[in-house]
């Protein structure tokens, strides 16, 4: 069995059972980002699971970009009810995702910047929820966890708007609270800078690496402008970046 397929399974199995998993063996951990894509893609094989959307984000505004797909299954609109016992840890950041309005193909050619930009149909707040399949998270190694999803858990999608060009994308004001106290750090900005930026990659990343398409259903989220937050108990998670509709999530 190879180094992908045995973390593949064991991942998706810890997706299934919702139980992480105790030890990382040296030899099952990805030599490279690519070895990490393939796993990513081997657990969604494995576990049934079609793709709902994809994240994508990077530490800096001109530094490198990671993303992994958002499974169906892990994708909620706002208001939705999640047991807060299902995710470990549990970890919530606030976001934006967009939506295109027309599919990205496979094809032999790079698609240009102007192409993806232009195609952005909508926009959207977002909570994700930041889990872990792996028991010593955050001690883990990085291609471990960007095989893992990029520690993906969920994500709650608030109402869509129409997309604009004026947004202020690179430090919008935000609101974000949890059962009314405010959890937003005094500084919130998207590490990426403009977050838009990031789409190009994923798109080209989508279609030349993983060679699936990027289409008008899937939602696409764009990192963390608040960083994450670990809610001690049940309640209820409200986030608002300016002027966009209100994302909620309920813990229970």
Same mark, same amino acid.
Request: hydrophobic share 40%; net charge negative.
């Given at each position: 069995?190879?180094?992908?397929?045995?973390?593949?399974?064991?991942?998706?199995?810890?997706?299934?059972?919702?139980?992480?998993?105790?030890?990382?063996?040296?030899?099952?951990?990805?030599?490279?980002?690519?070895?990490?894509?393939?796993?990513?893609?081997?657990?969604?094989?494995?576990?049934?699971?079609?793709?709902?959307?994809?994240?994508?984000?990077?530490?800096?505004?001109?530094?490198?970009?990671?993303?992994?797909?958002?499974?169906?299954?892990?994708?909620?609109?706002?208001?939705?009810?999640?047991?807060?016992?299902?995710?470990?840890?549990?970890?919530?950041?606030?976001?934006?995702?967009?939506?295109?309005?027309?599919?990205?193909?496979? *094809?032999?050619?790079?698609?240009?910047?102007? %192409? #993806?930009?232009?195609?952005?149909? $909508?926009? &959207?707040? @977002?909570?994700?929820?930041?889990?872990?399949?792996?028991?010593?998270?955050?001690?883990?190694?990085?291609?471990?966890?960007?095989?893992?999803?990029?520690?993906?858990?969920?994500?709650?999608?608030?109402?869509?708007?129409?997309?604009? *060009?004026?947004?202020?994308?690179?430090?919008? %004001? #935000?609101?974000?609270?949890?059962? $009314?106290? &405010?959890? @937003?750090?005094?500084?919130?900005?998207?590490?990426?800078?403009?977050?838009?930026?990031?789409?190009?990659?994923?798109?080209?990343?989508?279609?030349?690496?993983?060679?699936?398409?990027?289409?008008?259903?899937?939602?696409?989220?764009?990192?963390?402008?608040?960083?994450?937050?670990?809610?001690?108990?049940?309640?209820?998670?409200?986030?608002?970046?300016?002027?966009?509709?209100?994302?909620?999530?309920?813990?229970?």
């Amino acid at each position: 069995m190879s180094t992908s397929s045995s973390l593949s399974q064991r991942l998706a199995q810890a997706w299934t059972d919702r139980v992480p998993l105790d030890n990382l063996p040296p030899e099952q951990i990805p030599v490279d980002s690519n070895a990490a894509y393939a796993v990513q893609r081997a657990i969604l094989a494995q576990h049934g699971s079609r793709v709902g959307g994809w994240k994508v984000g990077a530490k800096t505004p001109t530094g490198p970009i990671q993303g992994a797909p958002l499974p169906l299954t892990a994708c909620h609109p706002t208001g939705a009810r999640l047991p807060q016992h299902d995710y470990a840890p549990l970890g919530i950041e606030l976001e934006i995702a967009f939506r295109f309005g027309r599919p990205f193909s496979p *094809r032999e050619s790079l698609y240009s910047d102007e %192409e #993806v930009l232009d195609s952005i149909v $909508s926009m &959207s707040a @977002a909570i994700e929820i930041v889990a872990s399949r792996y028991a010593q998270w955050p001690e883990v190694d990085k291609l471990a966890q960007l095989a893992d999803f990029q520690n993906h858990g969920a994500l709650i999608v608030g109402e869509a708007v129409p997309y604009s *060009r004026n947004y202020p994308f690179a430090a919008p %004001e #935000v609101r974000f609270t949890f059962d $009314s106290a &405010s959890i @937003a750090p005094a500084e919130t900005l998207n590490p990426a800078g403009d977050p838009r930026r990031l789409l190009p990659w994923l798109v080209n990343h989508c279609t030349q690496h993983h060679r699936i398409a990027v289409t008008p259903d899937m939602i696409v989220t764009t990192g963390s402008y608040t960083g994450m937050v670990f809610p001690k108990s049940a309640g209820v998670a409200h986030g608002e970046l300016d002027g966009l509709p209100a994302v909620e999530l309920e813990l229970v």
